[in-house]
């Protein structure tokens, strides 16, 4: 049974914050790796993609990704308020289609 | 261009009736999924098309539940002799390929059935 962990929170961070989420994943042939972020009773929408080991950059977000250890974590530099919201890991590999999903870590920004 | 579209948006059943959930994938995108989110948990993974052919359906909970996707494009998602435990939101996504980076997967807004 392939599986995606993450903390379900809540995590708390104050306003002009760096918010860090974490995800673990257990099978090693995990080949992408996908952050979506779900506002309340609203569908996943994509953040970032990242496929190797390292830092990836894109704007106020930076995903990493360690394969060794079997972790990605999103970086959420500046957090806003609007960036409160359940932040989903989703992980795939070639040849098995779906993406397996964590259960979401919600995130709250307080300012 | 125009997203995923699903509709109907919501849907409220009586247990033992019939539903129909109906998917507009991006237009072009080759593939599409199915999933299912319970509340507090994260989408599950009920079953995927690549264009008109159905190549996994090992989410599907029980023979209840059937999905076609006849020309390629729309799809719908059926569940027959509704149960509580089908309460859920369904979520369609679809993607332009399988290799990346053109596997990243867009979903639709959901529909969220409920079943009395």
Known sequence: QKEVEQNSGPLSVPEGAIASLNCTYSDRGSQSFFWYRQYSGKSPELIMFIYSNGDKEDGRFTAQLNKASQYVSLLIRDSQPSDSATYLCAVSDFGNEK???G???RLTIIP | GAGVSQSPRYKVAKRGQDV????DPISGHVSLFWYQQALGQGPEFLTYFQNEAQLDKSG??????FAERPEGSVSTLKIQRTQQEDSAVYLCASRIG????WDTQYFGPGTRLTVL
């Open chain 2, 98 to 101: 399988a290799l990346p980076p």
């Open chain 2, 20 to 23: 129909a959930l109906r998917c």
């Open chain 1, 99 to 101: 993406l397996t999903f």
């Open chain 1, 103 to 105: 259960t979401g870590t």
């Open chain 2, 60 to 65: 599907l909970p029980s023979d209840r539940f």
